[in-house]
């Protein structure tokens, strides 16, 4: 992530890019593993344990760590265990016995599932709460507006379920209080994930937009005659698309991690109650498989959002043997009210 | 404007305040929460399970008993000894590796900064989950995950600060002095580094009461027999729908640190926002209040006296008359205008000049009738737009009246070419776009057709291949002839064109002058040029208007006025412009002195300080543009060359101050 001044061309960005999230992916993959290292009591003992049925013998625990390779070099385990996993070979769940990739791959639809759906409501309501607080004026409109955005930001994901379940499900019965059968039960899960998401989407959009909005192209768009709606679609919406696109991957990234409160209260055999089931089980190699994939799917979405701004943006577009005036390739990186404030971010992943 | 005045009198400073009082709240009570509590958190008492508040127990009480006031009281105890350990602990780290690191610089800048990138860019909530998931939950553990992930801020916000510092003289002479970089850094680097970082840490606190929260409430933060918010709500999950007070007040107090935090971040952040172009779009908006100074004995301008006799007789020939224009802008908690009392007319055919230093108001005399000046301007006045048999009003009109005259019966062309292209957007959308307003209907190509056809008038040699290009991709002569292109899309009866040619060398300039005097005569168009370059204003010009400190002070046919200059004002424009045919090293007069503010900073004649022939009236009389000699057309603001007849010899056309 670190800039160069020198302008590149998009061929240039991309493979800039591509370094640089493998290097993530990478720190990522090895922090994970380093879990192990970190472990509290020996995994082969447990595992022994688990197949014994009862406490293991020193020999059963022996057999298990040679089994697993635990007792080679640390770097050596890393190399064999990124192998494994880039095969989608996790190894045995220390709870179960089973293996991991399957239950992970099955697991993964279902959040990935809810992750669309509540992007969908993240979008939908966080856009349109988003503009009108920068069409509206001083008045009180705006007050609130900004006030519910903080407030839908600032409520604990684990607190909002409750309300929603002693409203919609105990009182009105509108909806069933948990499960994951068919769009009635979808509701909370997706509200409860999608609206914080939408307080801090709406945010970003009416303080870029309004940003974007007091530029002179806006005058002299008016001087040709075009409406408020071209206006804020046209010349609005893609020149504050930079931050609000960088948000919205970090909005994602939000949901996915969100996903471990919400399945968990909601009962949904998803990839976040498997983490949290291996984080209180002390399941190491599910929780770094699961891990893994939550963390990568974290990182890919802020970087997608990344590079989709250097693709919107024609003077990233290096063409040969015409004047540039462009000032800088990495414009659409969000400055001071860019909404990548972090604790913004870090709210709704409560 | 009027309804914001009034909420603004709560001063920023104080607000922020209030805005923090929730956190001071909560770190009180928690450090106190031994004392308030009316009783102990954790004692049970079954036979007093699940009570509704009462007298006794103010928020009831829990499943084995429990009063819930004293567990909700010491459950911001504990949740402030974990934020206050994971901020000390990130605090100190981040601050010392961002110090270091923007004091070394080098590698191992480079590697700190690539270390916190990775760090700011990796799941806060994951890290801290999975370091609980192997290490199993405790206060020790959840400080440790939570600090994790916690510091990288402060060490990029303290990286940023330092390396600032770092380049200043007062560190290069501290190193001269022998100061050793322990020294530097200690008390040089690292007061001014925390003082940002202390100010991120306050609006830090909401997110992690909301992370020791939702971990607790997962199972896997504070572990259960003592009272944490997340905590009590995950035990009182059963109790859900018969113990509704088990259900909110730990809910609202984690909302409300993390909603006050949240609220203070984005204060400090944000600031206030300024008003938007868009608030335009609100018609209640546009009807704003004449700012009118209570001037006593300023009489009006003649303008208005002659315009109100003149109401009965129709000049069919008047496309634009502008009549008391007045503009102001909120400052400083007042009002102040920019643009006072300022008529014109523009005839059909007809070209006006509006001439003046930068910051003498033309340009916001000029396009405030179309609604074109920055959001927060309160226009006054009156500005009648007569095209065909029909004649509006310009000012006041809402945002979707005036579509009907920008862009069909006005066209603008504006000073800064490339600020005032959508830099995302290509040249042809933005013709296009003003082919459609002008109300054309149809297919993508054929409105494309018609744009290359405008750009082709424009002169812009290969239409096709510019339509496709974008702003940043022309030359600056390039864009302004788009500009104009775009401006002439709707076969406009005024053009309004904004110093079209300042920013462009000389050679260009005079070509595009050229064309803008070509297509004015072509299409039949009046025009309005603003610039302080007299050369431009002679070549395209049949009358002007000067301006001086947001007033007019002379107006009338051009030759009139560039051959008689009577206010003094004008003649010293007049003579600082160079000459063709002057002497070698002759030295054009320059004028005395600094241009006025604005008409609301001076009483009487704003030019008077600078002025070789005032005397002490000029100071607190206002002038009056008068008709000079017989010809009405030809009007001055100056009453002492008129009292002297003749316009007195010290400063005539051609008097050069040789040398």
Known sequence: MSVSGRPRSVGGHLVRWTVDTVGVLLALSAGTFALVLLARGDPAAVLAATRAGRPATPEQVEAVRSELGLDAPAPVRYLRWLADTSTGDFGLSLRTNLPIGPEIADRLTVTAGLVAGSVVVAVVVGMTVGVAGAMAGRGPLRGVLRIGALLATSVPAFWLSYLLVLLLALRWQLVPTSGMAGPATWVMPMAVLGLPAAGVLSRVVAVTLREAIDRPYVLAAMARGSGPLSIVLRDGLPNAAGPILSVAGMIVGGLLVGTVVVEQIFGWPGLGAYFVHAAAARDVPALQASALMLGGGFILANRLADVAQILVDPRSRRTSGVRSDATSPRWGRPGRAGGRHPHQVRSETG | ?659
């Open chain 2, 1 to 659: 404007m009027t309804a914001g005045g009034g909420r603004r009198k709560i001063p920023a400073p104080v607000r922020t305040a209030l805005v923090g009082l929730p956190l001071v709240g909560f770190a009180l009570v928690g450090l106190l929460a031994p004392v308030l509590a009316p009783a102990d958190p954790a004692a049970n008492d079954l036979s007093a399970s699940l009570l509704p508040p009462s007298a006794d127990h103010l928020l009831g009480t829990d499943q084995l008993g429990r009063d819930q006031l004293s567990r909700l009281l010491h459950g911001a105890r504990i949740s402030l000894t974990v934020t206050a350990a994971v901020l000390v602990i990130s605090v100190t780290i981040g601050v010392l590796a961002g110090t270091v690191a923007g004091y070394l610089g080098g590698w191992v800048d480079r590697i700190v900064a690539r270390i916190v990138d990775m760090a700011v860019s990796l799941p806060g909530m994951l890290v801290a989950l999975a370091v609980i998931g192997v290490r199993g939950p405790g206060v020790e553990n959840l400080v440790v995950a939570m600090s994790l992930w916690a510091w990288a801020p402060y060490a990029r916000i303290a990286r940023a600060r330092v390396a600032g510092l770092r380049a200043s003289p007062h560190l290069d002479a501290l190193r001269l002095l022998g100061a050793g970089p322990v020294r530097v850094i200690g008390r040089h680097l690292l007061p001014p580094a925390l003082a940002p970082c202390l100010v991120y840490a306050s609006t830090d606190v909401g997110s992690i009461v909301l992370g020791v929260a939702t971990l607790s409430f997962l199972g896997l933060g504070i572990p259960p027999p003592q009272a944490e918010w997340g905590q009590m709500l995950i035990e009182g999950r059963p109790y859900l729908a018969s113990a509704w007070w088990l259900a909110y007040p730990p809910g609202i107090a984690i909302t409300a640190v993390v909603f006050a935090s949240n609220l203070l971040g984005e204060r400090l952040a944000v600031g206030d926002e300024r008003p938007s172009v868009l608030r335009w779009v609100l018609p209640s908006r546009l009807r704003l209040p004449r700012p009118r100074r209570p001037a006593p004995g300023t009489p009006a301008t003649v303008e208005s006296r002659r315009s109100a006799e003149s109401r009965t007789t129709v000049d069919d020939d008047v496309l634009l008359r502008v009549r008391d224009l007045s503009v102001a802008y909120p400052r400083d908690g007042g009002i102040r205008r920019a643009v006072a009392d300022v008529s014109y007319a523009v005839r059909r055919g007809e070209t006006l000049a509006i001439v003046g230093e930068s910051g003498s108001g033309k340009t916001t005399s000029a396009l405030a009738p179309f609604g074109l000046l920055d959001p927060g301007a309160l226009v006054a006045g009156s500005a009648r737009l007569r095209t065909g048999s029909t004649a509006r009003e310009l000012i006041g009109l809402t945002f979707r009246h005036r579509r009907h005259v920008n862009g069909r019966q006005v066209g603008v062309v504006f000073q800064d070419s490339l600020a005032v292209f959508d830099p995302l957007r290509s040249i042809g959308a933005h013709v296009d776009e003003a082919v459609r307003n002008a109300g054309s209907r149809g297919r993508r190509a054929a409105v494309r057709r018609i744009s290359e056809d405008l750009l082709h008038l424009v002169g812009l040699p290969d239409p096709a291949t510019v339509a496709g290009q974008y702003p940043h991709q022309l030359s600056g002569g390039m864009r302004q002839r788009v500009q104009i292109a775009v401006a002439i899309a709707g076969e406009p009866e005024l053009l309004v064109a904004d110093e079209p040619t300042s920013a462009l060398d000389v050679t260009v300039q005079a070509r595009l002058l050229d064309l803008l005097g070509q297509l004015r005569d072509e299409l039949r168009m009046a025009m309005v040029v603003v610039s302080h370059d007299l050369a431009v204003v002679t070549r395209l010009a049949d009358a002007v208007a000067v301006m001086y400190a947001g007033r007019i002070v002379e107006y009338g046919p051009l030759d009139t006025v560039v051959r008689h200059p009577d206010h003094p004002y004008t003649r010293g424009l007049l003579d600082a412009v160079p000459r063709p045919g002057a002497a070698p090293g002759t030295r054009f007069r320059t004028m005395p002195g600094r241009a006025g503010a604005g008409p609301d900073d001076t009483s009487g004649c704003a030019f008077a300080p600078r002025c070789p022939i005032a005397v002490a009236e000029c100071g607190h009389d206002q002038p009056v543009l008068l008709p000079v000699g017989p010809d009405q057309a030809h009007r001055s603001a100056c009453p002492r060359t008129r009292a002297a007849g003749a316009p007195p010899p010290l400063l005539a056309l051609g008097d050069l101050d040789g040398g």
